[in-house]
Each structure stands twice: as structure tokens, then as C-alpha cells.
T-cell receptor, first 115, second 113 residues
Framework: DAGVIQSPRHEVTEMGQEVTLRCKPISGHDYLFWYRQTMMRGLELLIYFNNNVPIDDSGMPEDRFSAKMPNASFSTLKIQPSEPRDSAVYFC?????????????FGPGTRLTVL | QKEVEQNSGPLSVPEGAIASLNCTYSDRGSQSFFWYRQYSGKSPELIMFIYSNGDKEDGRFTAQLNKASQYVSLLIRDSQPSDSATYLCAVSRDNTNAGKSTFGDGTTLTVKP
């Protein structure tokens, strides 16, 4: 398997623009997570899905952030409008709950810079 | 208080020494405990997980869990320069919030040749 795939790997945009981050989880995994990592706040869980259904979005910072998972092989995280404080590395991770194991496999991340 | 706290770094050890990384958590319902390693500019990767009290060994790595004290640690024996990375502790309730893990801020380890 190719692992978790994220695109783009780098994104530079201007404040106010819409940003869409994409993720393809590992085939067969039933959980998908979106994280944000910054030096100041560490690794923060934004939202996670189980079988394409959002389970917990309490980590989404504000209404400017939205996430969708239209099918088992694709998810998006959208920021509209973007702000400089959104600059961070965004990771997507997926896992398969098997006998209590919930190891998460992380994608390479998208480094977002909002100018 | 943060849900998951790790000893503040950076931690520096000489090559061949034992590196000890510590983590405490506040949620007594936590059932699963993970250690991830993250190299600079890379994504986290799982190196150890533990569910039961006691020690779990895998090669040079040993995870230790004490649920009564809400404490989990990672020991790295015979530390190598390639072990230099940030180590993230993560905990999960597993059955009730299956799949959701809370991460600590990480401890940066430097192994000096």
C-alpha cells in the first residue's frame, strides 16, 4: 500500500483565499483524522471520521474550517477565508480498529503558509 | 492542566546511553498508550504501543505503563544518533472514543556521538 497520501505537500497563499487540503487514507481503514501541528500548540486533533461520518469536530478552531469525507478513499479540509495564523503543517492520518488497536498512520503532511 | 504532559526537553544523551522519556496523563479512562517518533520535517511514526500495566520491550525500546500513577515512559537503550528526534506520547480511551488519541507536546531527544 502507498500509505496515506496528502496533497498538496506545500501551499502558499494570501490571506483571504480559500485553501483545500486533500487526503487519501490507506485502503481498508475506517478512521480518518485531520491534525494541525505548530511549534506553539503542538499536534492538535481537528476532526475525525469513522466510516465517512464525522464523529468529533470539537477541535475545529472556527467556522472558517470545514471537512468532508464523501467516500472511504477521500477527504478534504477546507479553510475559507484563510488567515496568517492558519499557517501550520496539516497531517491526515488513518487507522483500522482491530481488536482494540488504534494505531494511526500519518501522511507526509501539507505545509501551509498564509501570507 | 494538559491532558497529556511530557517532560520538557530538549533531552541530550551520549551515544550508547539510556534515554528516558516520560509522560503523564489526566484521563483515568485511557486504555491505549502510544509512542510516536517524529524526525524533523517528517510525519509521526508509531514505534511502541502498550495497553497493560508493566513493561513491554521491542528491541532497544521499552515502554512502561503504570495506570494507577497515570504514567507511561519510554526507555531507549544503547541510544544511537539516529534516535535523535521528537518523541510524542499519545493516549486513547479506545473503546468509547475508539480511534481518537490525545497527543503530548513531545520531547526532543539529541543523541551525541
Amino acid at each position: 500500500d502507498a500509505g496515506v497520501i496528502q496533497s498538496p505537500r506545500h501551499e502558499v497563499t494570501e490571506m483571504g483565499q480559500e485553501v483545500t487540503l486533500r487526503c487519501k487514507p490507506i485502503s481498508g481503514h475506517d478512521y480518518l483524522f485531520w491534525y494541525r501541528q505548530t511549534m506553539m500548540r503542538g499536534l492538535e486533533l481537528l476532526i475525525y471520521f469513522n466510516n465517512n461520518v464525522p464523529i468529533d469536530d470539537s477541535g475545529m478552531p472556527e467556522d472558517r474550517f470545514s471537512a468532508k469525507m464523501p467516500n472511504a478513499s477521500f477527504s478534504t479540509l477546507k479553510i475559507q477565508p484563510s488567515e496568517p495564523r492558519d499557517s501550520a503543517v496539516y497531517f491526515c492520518a488513518s487507522s483500522y480498529r482491530d481488536r482494540g488497536s488504534n494505531e494511526q498512520f500519518f501522511g507526509p503532511g501539507t505545509r501551509l503558509t498564509v501570507l | 492542566q494538559k491532558e497529556v504532559e511530557q517532560n520538557s526537553g530538549p533531552l541530550s544523551v551520549p551515544e550508547g546511553a539510556i534515554a528516558s522519556l516520560n509522560c503523564t496523563y489526566s484521563d483515568r479512562g485511557s486504555q491505549s498508550f502510544f509512542w510516536y517518533r517524529q524526525y524533523s520535517g517528517k510525519s509521526p511514526e508509531l514505534i511502541m504501543f502498550i495497553y497493560s500495566n508493566g513493561d513491554k520491550e521491542d528491541g532497544r525500546f521499552t515502554a512502561q505503563l503504570n495506570k494507577a500513577s497515570q504514567y507511561v515512559s519510554l526507555l531507549i537503550r544503547d541510544s544511537q544518533p539516529s534516535d535523535s528526534a521528537t518523541y510524542l506520547c499519545a493516549v486513547s480511551r479506545d473503546n468509547t472514543n475508539a480511534g481518537k488519541s490525545t497527543f503530548g507536546d513531545g520531547t526532543t531527544l539529541t543523541v551525541k556521538p
